[in-house]
């Protein structure tokens, strides 16, 4: 994920700059450490523009050039579907790369802060529109993003305690650390959609934002910053989530057609857990796989196997239980409404997935998917 303002060509908003000018520092906090990775294409929102106060639709999507393997030092991040949960003063962690006060040079090292959610804090700025941004900062100053790390991750805790959630990109604001000027963060859950659509993969966190409160730095007394920099993490846990996202997919395979009753089109729908090429440790991972039939888009509650999960379908949604036929592979044949024959197997209907881990303790849901016939 980056800001979109960091990839466009500021002579020409409509042009995204060449994948080979970006290079990904992995596995590091120093600059001068870590893998180099190289971009392989990169996808700006559309409908970015900038006004006298105020970057909007400020969002780009960034390929690597080759697989990044999850370990200690390398996880991914998981993307806020539903921020409801951040309230007024909710803690909110910053990082980058950038400078350390206006006009300074940048900072070698990854640099972090947690600072409060802000949401009537940003007057300043004109155009400010909270349907895509967030404001966040310390309400007496001191402590904010600054000029160098804009694209850098603004997250909270997971209710999971796992990996945290990212509900906002560093965009903009006015010098660093001014006084009742709080910083601008794209809003992730604005765009949950338009991402997962360029990747074709799911990336939105199966957990709810669940963040801490009065963890702030705002203060420069240490004892006035009771949980550190940022809320404490399970690591191994996170990577456990990082991987099941990554590895579980789901299928269409051609439709099958049977006399038998109800006569007409099945849909066959597969789901599959991939091999860990990983260093993590998948093997406490069994559960079971529920699929799901319904209209693409938009998110629906449901509850699967005694868990709760956000689904990536809307309207009513049908929900049949996986049949296993190997370690890790479910499948099951959807068979179409009497009346209407064939309907199973056209765009219709959507069709996604969901696991569930024998513990109840990990769910992943895949991206919808659908036949193309009509």
Request: glycine share 10%; proline share 6%; net charge neutral.
């Amino acid at each position: 994920m980056h800001a979109g303002h960091c990839v466009i060509d500021e002579t020409d908003y409509s042009v995204t700059r060449p994948a080979s000018r970006f290079v990904v520092l992995v596995g590091s906090h120093v600059t001068l450490r870590g893998e180099r990775v190289g971009v392989e294409q990169i996808w700006s929102n559309p409908n970015f523009f900038v006004t006298d106060s105020s970057l909007n639709n400020d969002v780009a999507l960034l390929k690597l050039a080759q697989p990044v393997t999850i370990a200690d030092n390398v996880m991914p991040i998981k993307l806020a579907y539903d921020d409801a949960p951040l309230v007024e003063l909710s803690d909110i962690t910053i990082s980058g790369f950038g400078r350390v006060g206006f006009a300074q040079n940048l900072s070698d090292v990854m640099l972090a802060a947690t600072v409060d959610y802000l949401p009537n804090g940003c007057g300043n700025f004109s155009s400010f529109d909270p349907k895509t941004m967030i404001c966040a900062g310390c309400k007496g100053g001191g402590i904010s993003a600054c000029g160098g790390d804009s694209g850098g991750p603004a997250t909270a805790q997971s209710l999971s305690k796992g990996c945290p959630i990212l509900v906002g990109i560093t965009s903009f604001g006015i010098r660093c650390g001014v006084s009742d000027v709080p910083g601008v963060y794209t809003r992730i859950t604005a765009f949950i959609d338009w991402i997962e659509g360029q990747a074709g993969r799911s990336f939105r966190s199966q957990y709810p934002v669940a963040p801490t409160m009065n963890c702030e730095t705002c203060s420069a007394v240490p004892s006035r910053v009771p949980c550190g920099t940022a809320a404490p993490m399970d690591i191994k846990r996170c990577q456990l989530e990082a991987w099941l996202a990554f590895a579980f997919n789901i299928t269409l395979h051609p439709c099958v057609r049977t006399k038998a009753y109800p006569p007409g089109a099945q849909a066959h729908v597969e789901a599959f857990l991939k091999p860990s090429s990983s260093l993590v440790n998948t093997s406490a991972l069994s559960g079971n796989t529920y699929f799901l039939q319904g209209n693409k888009g938009g998110g629906t509650w449901l509850t699967l196997g005694g868990v709760g999960v956000m689904v990536p379908l809307r309207g009513k949604v049908n929900v049949r239980a996986g049949t296993e036929v190997t370690n890790g592979q479910w499948t099951t044949l959807w068979p179409s409404e009497e009346q209407f024959p064939e309907r199973a197997c056209t765009a219709f209907h959507s069709y996604a997935a969901v696991f569930v881990s024998k513990d109840k303790q990990f769910v992943q849901a895949s991206l919808s998917v659908a036949y193309s016939a009509r």
